[in-house]
């Protein structure tokens, strides 16, 4: 028996506002517990909401990005539910009338096909604090920092079709954010994370079945692993002849199983209604224009134009998009340099982007400008150093060790190439290397690569390799 | 001293021929004096109004005094006070003090006012009668075996007393308007958004309104326009100017019309509460108005509606009093499982009529009711609205009276909570319909005070301020005072 799988995900992307969304608290993270607890985010008596104008931008940019209507009135809601971490008894969220509906992102498949993924909503709310149960006597503590912190909640329609292209849906909408700089993406930290909703049926079957709701997915591997692990459960309960009951189950990553989270009889009625402390949010044109105008190019635009413009391939152009930061440190790289974009898009492939994750560090942060990399190629296109030298000298930049110009003097790198000291080492190459070099006479092609590189070897790399190949091809001739 | 008016206090004070702090230390006697019998105060706080009212003396001396500076005030305690406590009236705030001022309190305290202390009130404001407080009831100064009114009670009582030159309070289905009119006093409810709301322990905040209550119209008008505007700190306040309701009130009578419902005068009105509004009216048109009959065809669906959307949104406001960072916790509480932990904390810090409230509201969101109840009585008030927007096509004004009954004993409605919900019954549609009104005295029945309601189109405070002073230049109930109180 075949089974189709069905998910669609609820992604809570936390936006990336200095202040929180209804209080001038900060939204720093690390701080002590309480430390960034406004009277607001501690539910006081008679302290009032008042909407934080920048959550409401990204969410129109978000929104403009996806292909999604921007709703001209939208409304805030109460959510109510009693829980020690959540100060007022209710968080604030957007029920009936989101911001932002009705879009949708193109991801490509493992077989190279792209397949739409429709976006229902994209709506504002506070999320709530952290309840801490470890080291209190027995008690929990209950942080109140991330209390009122905006989220943008993404709801995914069922669209997905197994773990995988879950994954990698999340990972677009993940760079999307991150393009976008409304959300700094951090997964450990909680900034981003997702519920599924999984179902099984049968092949063939229009209906969708019973779904679980997975909570909590805070990285990309543990949304396909519980996927995963929870259709492995459903069709062997289905199979078997069970039922796949409605309820929100936890993904326990060291069992590889998921399992319920609180029973269906718990379930609780939250009691929305329309938030009377908040006016609803009105966008006009002019609004919509203004966040239009702040746009940067989109991933996916971004990919198009650098294979188009630079010549790049599909796959390397893909690489250097997925990172905004990284696509604008390649274009900085392309533009102070002689050398081709194919060997930019190289280098920032390669002993760029090796020696970043070596440091676990974000392109922001890197040790090699972009400007000091272009200065390295263009010694490798004016043959003043070889592409192996080359890399001596970018992990001496790496190491802070001077400019490229400073590195390659202090360490008499420069490239032999005048011909006369070229001449002289492969005279002296031939000399020491009759047997090959015969052999090469005799028509052996193959054995110039080991003289090349014996020649290389005697001038310690610096000789240009183009020129000891002619050299040796003439005086073998 | 005490049975001068806040604007003559105002001129006594500009002109030196009395102080702030002897004015303040009269007041303060007179609270030690009468509010035993009263209970109109929960906190009184006698040295920090008289090192304000030192200020205060000391502020003019500089030549820099507002007109209220100096001028001693009671607040209901439902305002949070920086360092005082706000109790709402209820055991789950017994022990609360506020970390900051409400907007109304600051704007007071920027005008140099002198605060008395924070008056008792119906707890978290529900209630018409002043007895669901848990400080205990407060009682009547014109008879002290009956209520003032409520929510507002320990305000009214203070100013129908003269233990204070005026007082703060709030409305949400008519707490200022009603014991104003219990109590014989004037009192405003501005329009929804007048009056910043922050720092105002909320009830159901898309119905509560801070206003004032006070001996006349004139008074009202100088106090409002100290507290009245834009505050960035209530997503819901209004941006529009404040004007000078001191200047209004004493500009040049206009010819007015003013709309009588005649469905306000139903048989549940007391006749001859009915008698001293008709006489009213008769008063106004000897003053040049022109009366008209207006309908108001949902009128009647107010007090259901009211009883919908107030416990819904209350329901949801007081669910921060939990007991997990400030408020009552029971004792112990803290080592039962956290169900356990809610409901005693909540069981033991709120009184009888507040959980009914919270069940009420409760019930009516859930799912499966919320269309039937909230949904509905949504459209009810917006049917409501309609029908005064229309009735202010046709008048300036909508006159009537503000509580069926004159004030009634303490206990007698206690058990009945819907006889003591139809107090409101007239008050009620200006609070749906977001609209400024207000009480003013208007006769006596059986020696009790009778309040006359006036009810205006949004943000004519103005207007509603001028028509209740020119009435108040030729009548003197506002002026009577109970006799122990002289």
């Known amino acids: 028996m075949s089974w189709e799988i069905v998910i669609g995900l609820e992604i809570h992307a936390q936006l990336a506002t200095a202040s929180k969304i209804f209080s001038g608290a900060s939204t720093r993270y690390g701080a002590a517990p309480n430390a960034q607890a406004a009277l607001l985010d501690l539910g006081y008596p008679g302290t009032l909401p008042v909407l934080n104008a920048e959550a409401v931008r990204m969410a129109i940019k978000f929104g403009l990005a996806t292909g999604c209507t921007i709703s001209r009135r939208s409304v805030f809601a109460r959510k109510n539910y009693f829980y020690p971490d959540l100060p007022k008894g209710y968080q604030i969220s957007q029920y009936e009338l989101p911001i932002v509906h009705t879009g949708s992102v193109e991801i490509e498949l493992a077989d190279g096909a792209t397949k739409a993924v429709r976006i229902t909503r994209a709506h504002l709310e506070e999320d709530a604090g952290k309840s801490l149960h470890e080291d209190f006597a027995g008690m929990s503590g209950i942080d109140l920092n991330r209390a009122g912190t905006p989220l943008l909640e993404i709801v995914s329609e069922p669209d997905l079709r197994s773990a995988a292209e879950a994954g990698t849906y999340m990972r ?306 | 001293m005490h049975d001068r008016t806040l604007t003559e206090l105002a001129a006594d004070l500009a002109a030196k021929r009395v102080s702030a702090v002897e004015l303040t230390k009269h007041f303060l006697a007179r609270i030690e004096l009468y509010d035993d019998a009263l209970n109109a105060f929960v906190t009184v706080t006698a040295e920090q109004a008289l ?58 305290a920027d005008a140099g006012a002198v605060m008395l202390g924070k008056t008792n009130m119906d707890e978290f404001a529900m209630g018409s009668s002043n007895e669901t407080s848990y400080y205990g009831p407060v009682h009547n100064p014109w008879d002290l075996k009956l209520v003032p009114g409520g929510s507002s009670g320990g305000s009214a009582a203070a100013v129908a007393a003269r233990i204070a030159a005026a007082a703060t309070g709030t409305d949400t289905g008519g707490s200022i308007r009603q014991p104003a009119a219990l109590s014989g006093i004037t009192g405003i409810k501005p329009t929804y958004g007048r009056v910043s709301r922050y720092g105002m322990i909320a009830f159901a905040s898309s119905l509560d309104q801070a206003g004032v209550l006070t001996q006349t119209a004139a008074d009202a008008a100088l106090l409002l326009e100290a507290i009245a505007g834009l505050d960035d700190r209530d997503s819901t306040s209004l941006d529009e100017p404040v004007p000078r309701y001191s200047a209004i009130v004493d500009e040049p009578w206009e010819r007015v019309t003013i709309g009588v419902p005649e469905s306000f005068f139903d048989a549940g009105l007391n006749p001859e509460v009915a008698s001293s509004i008709r006489a009213a009216l008769k008063e106004y048109e000897k003053l040049g108005a022109t009366l008209k009959s207006v309908k108001l065809d949902y009128i009647h669906l107010s007090v259901p509606a009211y009883y919908v959307v107030a416990p819904a949104e209350a329901s949801s406001n007081l669910s921060r009093f939990d007991g997990v960072r400030f408020g009552h916790r029971a004792s112990d509480a803290i080592r039962e499982d956290l169900a356990t932990f ?94 400024p009104a207000m009480s003013l005295p208007c006769g006596f029945v059986r020696g009790l005070p009778v309040g006359l309601q006036l009810i205006a189109p949004p943000l004519a405070e103005g207007p509603l301020l001028k028509a209740a002073h020119h009435y108040q230049r030729v009548t003197d109930w506002h002026r009577r005072v109970p006799e122990t109180y002289a």
């Open chain 2, 51 to 108: 090192k304000q009212a030192k200020a205060a003396d000391e502020r003019r001396a500089r030549g820099d005094a507002a007109p209220l500076t100096g001028i001693p005030l009671a607040h209901k305690d439902i305002f949070c006070t920086a360092g005082v406590k706000t109790t709402c009236g209820s055991k789950m705030l017994d022990d609360f003090v506020a970390p900051y001022d409400a907007t109304v309190i600051e704007r007071f």
């Open chain 2, 342 to 435: 809610y409901m005693r904390n909540r069981g033991e810090g709120f009184g009888a009529e507040v959980k009914r409230r919270i069940l009420t509201g409760t019930y009516v969101l859930s799912a499966g009711y919320f269309d039937a109840y909230y949904l509905q009585a949504q459209k009810v008030r917006k049917l409501i609205s309609d029908d005064f927007a229309r009735a202010f096509r046709e008048v300036d004004l909508v006159a009537g009276p503000t509580s069926p009954s004159p004030a009634f004993g303490i206990g007698q409605k206690s058990s009945n909570p819907i006889e003591m919900y139809l107090n409101d019954i007239y008050t009620i549609g200006a609070n749906l319909a977001g609209l």
């Open chain 1, 172 to 477: 677009k909408i993940h760079a999307l954010v991150r393009y976008l700089e409304i959300c700094d993406g951090n997964m450990q930290e909680g900034s981003f994370r997702c519920d599924a909703n999984v179902s099984v049926r049968r092949q063939g079957e229009t209906k969708l079945g019973t779904r679980a709701e997975l909570k909590n997915l805070n990285s990309f591997r543990f949304v396909e692993k519980a996927i995963e692990a929870e259709v492995q459960r459903q069709i062997e309960l289905l199979e078997t002849g069970g039922r796949v009951v409605q309820e929100t189950r936890l993904y326990d990553p060291d069992r590889d199983e998921t399992r319920p989270m609180r029973s269906k009889e718990e379930a609780n009625d939250y009691r929305y209604f329309p938030d009377p402390d908040l006016l609803p949010i009105v966008i006009d044109d002019d609004a919509i224009d203004a966040v239009r105008a702040t746009l940067p190019e989109l991933p996916d635009a971004k990919r198009e134009r650098f294979g188009a413009q630079y010549g790049l391939s599909a796959y390397d152009a893909g690489v250097l998009t997925a990172q905004r930061a990284l696509a604008e440190y390649f274009e900085e790289v392309a533009a102070a340099t002689r050398a081709q974009p194919k060997v930019a898009a190289n280098w920032v492939i390669g002993e760029l982007t090796a020696a970043l994750n070596r440091d676990a560090l974000e392109i922001g942060a890197s040790r090699v400008s972009a400007s000091a990399l272009g200065a390295l190629l263009d010694r490798i296109a004016d043959g003043s150093i070889s592409g192996k030298i080359a890399k001596e000298v970018f992990e001496a930049l790496w190491k802070g060790e001077g400019t490229v110009a400073e590195i390659i003097d202090k360490r008499g790198l420069t490239q032999i190439s005048d011909s006369a000291s070229i001449d002289a080492l492969v005279d002296q190459v031939i000399a020491a290397n009759p047997t090959q070099a015969e052999q090469f006479r005799a028509g052996k092609q193959q054995v110039l690569g080991f003289l090349v590189g014996q020649v290389m070897k005697a001038s310690k790399g610096k000789a240009n390799p183009q020129q000891v190949n002619e050299a040796l091809r003439k005086k073998l001739g």
